[in-house]
């Protein structure tokens, strides 16, 4: 399918922005850099009843921050359904302001509340650091629960691109520590050790995300070659030891078809499946890696947004019977 003309308009304007990309950069220009873009071509923040500032414990003792997105006034005889949101931006960039408008949406047209963790980014912290990050966030989250307004009882894990990346090893790790959650909420995730797919031979280069800004994240993220073999890494085609995937929370996809994880993507829903994991795949045609944060320029987005509220909605609301 040909691109979305609103996004090749988008991309022509990333063109003549001239702007260095990341891989040219040191990863505090870079962070800059799309902390800047992201106000620019992102939606209008949503209107919330509540937001809250926290700070979460890590196991090597120190503190991550995390903002609580309350769309509603919670009800505390009846606390509300979660999503723990992972950012994007290669583990190397991207922080929960890039990502507060999409979170705010997500919070909006769900009814749910979100909670966005800032997890400590590449290279200053390395591989398995994020993982780890997350999964301590994931943890205190759902044992302070009730003192937020959450139910515990109704969590989903989710993110864009390597936030995807950490919800896949989240719900992983939620099973094996008996948290039952609900959904995996993964937008475009990077699930592969090794980029040779169709996809990322025919999308390397000029659909936002290029094959040398991959490597520089990779090469930011991880302490060496071996951590590519690491499911925490890569957990569609890790070469070291992999553990089962039956029994993780439902997920839902969006696979962006101009994308270079396109392939794997698809790969992904198919090895869950495979693993009698009920999956909803959603294939958005003429769209680019990073489009669920192009709202502002590209009027196609709301689309996935809703797309994305409606699977929150279908999986959180319901109570346990």
Request: charged letters at 20%.
């Amino acid at each position: 399918m040909p691109l979305n003309p609103a996004i090749a308009q988008v991309l022509e304007l990333i063109a003549k922005a001239r702007r260095p990309p990341f891989h040219t950069l040191t990863a505090e220009a870079a962070r800059a850099s799309y902390e800047r873009s992201a106000l620019i071509i992102d939606i209008a923040p949503a209107p919330m009843f509540d937001i809250q500032e926290l700070t979460i414990p890590t196991r090597d003792g120190a503190s991550i921050r995390a903002r609580l997105f309350h769309p509603v006034e919670p009800a505390w005889t009846s606390p509300a359904p979660t999503l723990v949101y992972f950012h994007g931006g290669g583990f190397v960039v991207g922080s929960i302001d890039t990502h507060a408008a999409l979170c705010r949406r997500l919070a909006a047209d769900s009814g749910c509340a979100v909670v966005s963790v800032d997890y400590r980014l590449a290279p200053e912290h390395k591989f398995p650091s994020a993982v780890h990050d997350a999964f301590d966030a994931l943890e205190w989250l759902h044992e302070q629960a009730a003192s937020l307004g959450l139910d515990s009882t109704r969590f989903a894990v989710g993110g864009d691109s390597a936030g995807g990346t950490l919800s896949t090893v989240c719900a992983v790790l939620a099973r094996d520590a008996g948290i039952a959650l609900r959904l995996q909420l993964l937008i475009y995730p990077g699930v592969s050790a090794r980029q040779d797919t169709r996809s990322y031979a025919q999308f390397a280069e000029g659909y936002v995300l290029s094959a040398k800004t991959v490597e520089w994240f990779f090469k930011h993220y991880l302490r060496n070659e071996n951590d590519r073999d690491d499911w925490r890494f890569a957990p569609l085609d890790a070469r070291g030891e992999m553990p089962s995937l039956e029994g993780v929370a439902p997920a839902w996809i969006a696979a962006a078809d101009h994308d270079p994880l396109f392939d794997e993507n698809i790969a992904y829903a198919a090895k869950l499946e495979r693993e009698r994991v009920p999956v909803e795949l959603v294939r958005y045609e003429g769209m680019t890696h990073e489009f669920f944060k192009m709202g502002g320029l590209v009027p196609d987005v709301a689309k996935a947004h809703a797309d994305a509220a409606n699977a929150l909605r279908e999986y959180l609301s319901a109570t346990e019977s």
